[in-house]
Structures are given as structure tokens and as C-alpha cells.
């Protein structure tokens, strides 16, 4: 019985290196690339085509994009606009941006006492967190709607409608029956 270490040391095993067969020793990987690409060239020149242009001759069509196929990307904003604008959401987008940008629009001790709660058919409601505040809002009110339509657009907002704090009123001795 052999031993396997002989097996793997033995010289009956072929040797494809240089030192023990006298041969040329073997190419390396970026030779054989090398030969390989020049031999491509010297192919296509043959045949009188230039690697990697491929068999089309004149100038190349402007690609051009069809209809539902989606064609070359578009930047972010105009895309978003486009839907916006497609699907009619441009008002609702930009009342939804004075709802983000209450303080920028009415100022910020007033955004501080104030909140707008909803927006419909031209009328923006707008909650106070105390009657005080209501007051200042609504005798504020025909500024405000020329600001909001400066953000807007023009007669986008109609009417500013201000509601007071909602909590119990009080009754008391005091009350007419």
C-alpha cells in the first residue's frame, strides 16, 4: 500500500511548471488577454470593421421616446409636477404647503396662538387656542386671505373663517332663562 504523501510527491505525476520540463513558461492571465484582444483586432480588420462599433454605418437616430414606454428619465421635481398637474392635485398640494408653513406665513407669535384645521370650497379654517387670539385673527382676517393668495393664487382662499377655543360653557346664578 502506498502513502498518500508519496502519491502527491511523486514524479509520476505530470508537472506542467517550468523548472522540471523544459518547456516555455506559462502565460499569465493578462498576457492571454492581451493576445486575445489583438487577435480580435486583427480579425475585425479583416473584415475592415473596428471593434465595438459593430456592423451599423452613418450616424446614429436620436433615440426617441414613445408614449407609455417611459423613455429617458426625468428630473424628480418636474415628474412630480407633472402628475401634480395631471391629476389636479396642484391646489390641494399648495393649501397642504400652508399648513406646513403656517409661522412663515402669519408670523410666529401668531402661529404660536393659532393653527389652520381645514380647507374647503375657498374657506380656510383656522383654530385659536383663546377667544383673545380668535379676535386678533379675525380682525386680521382680510390680510391674511391677501396672503394666503399671494402663496396661492389668486382667489384660491375666499374667506377665513375662525373658530375659538372648543371647550364647555359655563353656566352659572347668572343666566338667562
Given at each position: ?47 475592415g470593421s473596428v ?38 392635485w396642484e391646489q ?86
Amino acid at each position: 500500500m502506498t502513502d498518500p504523501q508519496d502519491v502527491h510527491n511523486s514524479s509520476a505525476l505530470p508537472d506542467s511548471g517550468p523548472l522540471n520540463s523544459g518547456e516555455a513558461p506559462a502565460k499569465s492571465g493578462i498576457e492571454l488577454a492581451r493576445e486575445a484582444l489583438a487577435q480580435a483586432r486583427a480579425d475585425a480588420a479583416k473584415r475592415g470593421s473596428v471593434p465595438g462599433q459593430g456592423r451599423r454605418k452613418g450616424p446614429r437616430a436620436p433615440r426617441v421616446p414613445q408614449p407609455g414606454r417611459g423613455g429617458d428619465p426625468k428630473p424628480f421635481g418636474s415628474a412630480i409636477r407633472e402628475l401634480m398637474s395631471a391629476r389636479g392635485w396642484e391646489q390641494r398640494a399648495a393649501v397642504g404647503g400652508v399648513f406646513g408653513n403656517w409661522p412663515g406665513i402669519v408670523g410666529p407669535e401668531l402661529a404660536e396662538h393659532t393653527r389652520p384645521e381645514k380647507f374647503e370650497d375657498g374657506e380656510l379654517t383656522v383654530a385659536a387656542d383663546s377667544t383673545t387670539w380668535a379676535t386678533q385673527l379675525r380682525l386680521l382676517s382680510s390680510t391674511l386671505v391677501k396672503r394666503l393668495n399671494e402663496e396661492l393664487g389668486h382667489n384660491t382662499v375666499r374667506r377665513v373663517k375662525v373658530v375659538g377655543p372648543a371647550g364647555p360653557r359655563r353656566t352659572g346664578a347668572w343666566r338667562v332663562r
